[in-house]
């Protein structure tokens, strides 16, 4: 059995460029889909947070019409409700990465807000990738690979093959023109090979122990690819 963390973003909100503050969290699918994969398979599962706090469902990620329907929908609440390690968070600056084999994070607009500028994540990052050990990242949680910076100053994501949300699927949500700043665009500015697929449909990218995946569809094919370099 392997010991996998989970790391999800602290906030409600993200604020827009008109500084509005637009609800969100963590995104359902893509916290619930490796999470029944890692758990059916064996593994533990800890939550870490910044501060310890109880991470806030994006209640988007629960409506019908982004779950296939009212039974997709109420099969991801029923799996949310069930998900007991999200009310018993610790802290993400206690983290010790000696302790766990493998390193996940979920998305939603959260990790913009709050991970994409934490020095506690972004130092986790570094050592996690540096370890070896599988890190699986999903959809918006790649804004926290913005916050890894090794002591040269440099990120250690620059020239990685990765995937994350896309421009076209932030413009297609009707958020990329309300946005300080686009995900892909970060990426890149990094130095990341960023490998764009369809919209919306299932994109998993790995390169090295570095296992990324584009949008909520893709959750489940990552979930896999973690499993395997778990084996």
Not at 87 to 96: A, F, K, Q, S, Y
Not at 126 to 154: I, R
Not at 179 to 196: N, P, S, T, V, Y
């Amino acid at each position: 059995m392997s010991k996998i963390l989970f790391v999800l973003t602290g906030v409600d909100h993200w604020t827009l460029a008109d500084g509005t503050k637009h609800p969100t969290g963590f995104w359902a699918e893509e916290a619930v889909a490796p999470y029944e994969a890692l758990k059916a398979a064996g593994h533990e599962v800890v939550v870490a947070t910044p501060r310890g706090v109880t991470p806030t469902v994006d209640r988007g990620s629960l409506a019908a019409e982004v779950n296939g329907g009212q039974e997709g929908a109420d099969r991801i609440a029923t799996a949310l409700a069930s998900f007991a390690e999200l009310g018993r968070p610790i802290r993400l600056e206690d983290v010790d990465l000696d302790g766990y084999d493998g390193v996940f994070y979920p998305g939603g607009h959260g990790p913009m807000e709050d991970l994409a500028v934490n020095a506690d994540s972004g130092r986790l990052l570094v050592q996690a990738l540096e370890s070896g050990k599988p890190l699986g990242v999903v959809c918006h949680g790649p804004a926290a690979l913005l916050a890894a910076t090794k002591e040269d100053g440099s990120n250690p994501f620059a020239a990685y093959r990765l995937t994350g949300f896309t421009n076209a699927e932030e413009t297609q949500a009707g958020l990329a023109d309300k946005a300080r700043w686009l995900l892909q665009d970060r990426l890149g500015e990094i130095g990341a090979d960023f490998q764009e697929g369809e919209p919306w449909a299932p994109h998993v990218v790995v390169d090295r122990n570095l296992v990324t995946g584009q949008n909520p569809a893709s959750s489940a094919s990552l979930a896999t690819q973690l499993l395997k370099k778990l084996d």
